[in-house]
Nanobody, 119 residues
């Protein structure tokens, strides 16, 4: 069975950095990061195919970098130049399409990892 486990969240100051990890127990496949801020709906953040092609939401372009280590079957999200509006619970999942155009996933959502950006 496919299992996705997010980790690496924490607290950062505006302008700071964090790196999130998504460990996948299943086959190598396209994965994406999503987030849901307090009081808001879930939104797409960034995605990466099994071959390493990447895609980003406009809100994080130039600040976030998605990558993967297929030997470890892990996807990363390097978050730089963090802003308070990046505060959210971050989730990884399998997207419906590529390039990603929706916040809908193909599977249920896990626990996610909390990212808090505050001075």
């Amino acid at each position: 069975q496919v299992q996705l486990v997010e980790s690496g969240g924490g607290v950062a100051q505006p302008g700071g950095s964090l790196r999130l990890s998504c460990a996948d127990s299943g086959r190598i496949k396209t994965l994406a990061w999503y987030r849901r801020a307090p009081g808001k709906v879930r939104e797409y953040v960034a995605g990466i195919t099994s071959g390493g092609s990447t895609d980003y939401a406009d809100s994080v372009k130039g600040r976030f970098t998605i990558s993967r280590d297929n030997a470890k079957n892990t996807v990363f999200l390097q978050m730089n130049s963090l802003k308070p509006e990046d505060t959210a619970v971050y989730y990884c999942n399998v997207p419906w399409n590529w390039p990603v155009s929706t916040a809908t996933s193909r599977y249920g959502w896990g626990l996610g990892t909390q990212v808090t950006v505050s001075s």
